[in-house]
């Protein structure tokens, strides 16, 4: 297999294990895979396709090594970039190295804008300064890698689940070629979805630990308006004005049910976060490392 051979011209001198994780293919790449198969590599064949965000999770789980790479298998990342990225890591102490395809070899209308754009806008919206979201090629320290919260089709936000927890990221440019194998599923049609990933990412990242200041900040100036409005009526009113057919009225009203109705959602998103951080032992904090000072000889330990 040309993937085999370029991940061990690429890894040669270096220890190393390879997954491959096949998401329910059925042009025989299962068999490919499994007759190049070398000792200490394995394969995850699904059951069926569940999608690019669930096989990176499953790889990272089965996963040993002290450092994970991802990569598409369709060779346009270059595992050359591999060990190059492995020095950006180490030398700039990161805990993730992303690829930019700077320089990209993709459709120009379908591919390239519709991803210049999206990349635009989550950079916007995150504060992650990262040029190429979509860039499977990407090396993490295994502890930033298995902290990842992995789900539906978030693999485009690893970067923004990866700043969630702390993790230092830092960006370097990749080669990227012409695709020779298989046909891309991707396209502008999933623009929508990725709106909708964006908006659920910049709530995780303002507000995943702290849902009332934004359903709170809602239903405070819903209700501030809504009493307004519903104050100048009851004024005009008392002065024998009838109210009960405007539609000022009902605006009123309204305002003040999304007020109760944002903020009994924050009191339930308080209660779900406080309840997932307990259940599942984690913290709301990240430590990268504790410092202890040392004791001079001789000298005894105060508290």
Not at 176 to 181: A, D
Not at 194 to 203: C, N, R
Not at 234 to 246: D, K, S, V
Request: aromatic share 10%; proline share 4%.
């Amino acid at each position: 297999m040309a993937l085999t051979r370029a991940l061990e011209t690429a890894l040669d001198g270096l220890t190393y294990e390879i997954l491959f994780v096949d998401d329910g293919s059925t042009d025989g790449t299962v068999q490919k895979v499994r007759d190049a198969l070398q000792p200490g590599w394995r394969l995850l064949v699904f059951r069926r396709n569940f999608g690019q965000t669930s096989a990176i999770a499953a790889g990272i789980a089965a996963a040993n090594g002290e450092y994970i790479i991802t990569m598409d298998g369709d060779l346009q990342n270059d595992p050359s970039d591999i060990p190059m990225m492995l020095e950006t890591l180490k030398v700039q102490e990161a805990d993730v190295v992303v690829g930019w395809r700077k320089n990209r070899y993709d459709d120009l209308f379908l591919r390239k804008v519709p991803s210049v754009l999206a990349n635009i806008l989550i950079r916007k919206m995150t504060g992650v300064k990262v040029h190429d979201y979509g860039c499977t090629l990407k090396l993490f320290t295994s502890e930033t890698a298995k902290d990842l919260d992995l789900y539906g089709e978030l693999h485009r936000f690893v970067p923004v689940l990866a700043r969630l927890t702390g993790a230092k990221i830092v960006e370097v440019e990749v080669t990227h070629h012409p695709r020779r194998y298989g046909r891309s599923k991707y396209g502008i049609g999933r623009t929508l979805r990725v709106l909708s990933d964006l908006f659920l990412m910049y709530f995780f990242l303002e507000y995943r630990q702290k849902p009332m200041h934004l359903f709170g900040a809602v239903s405070l100036v819903s209700f501030m308006l809504g009493s307004i409005i519903l104050g100048y009526l009851t004024i005009l009113n008392l002065m024998g004005e009838p109210i009960g057919t405007r539609p000022l009225f009902f605006l009123g009203l309204l305002l003040i049910i999304i007020a109760v109705q944002f903020i009994t959602a924050g009191f339930i998103s308080e209660q779900l976060m406080r309840t997932y951080f307990e259940s599942s032992n984690k913290p709301p904090y990240a430590i990268r490392e504790i410092i202890e000072g040392e004791a001079e000889p001789g000298s005894k330990a105060k508290c």
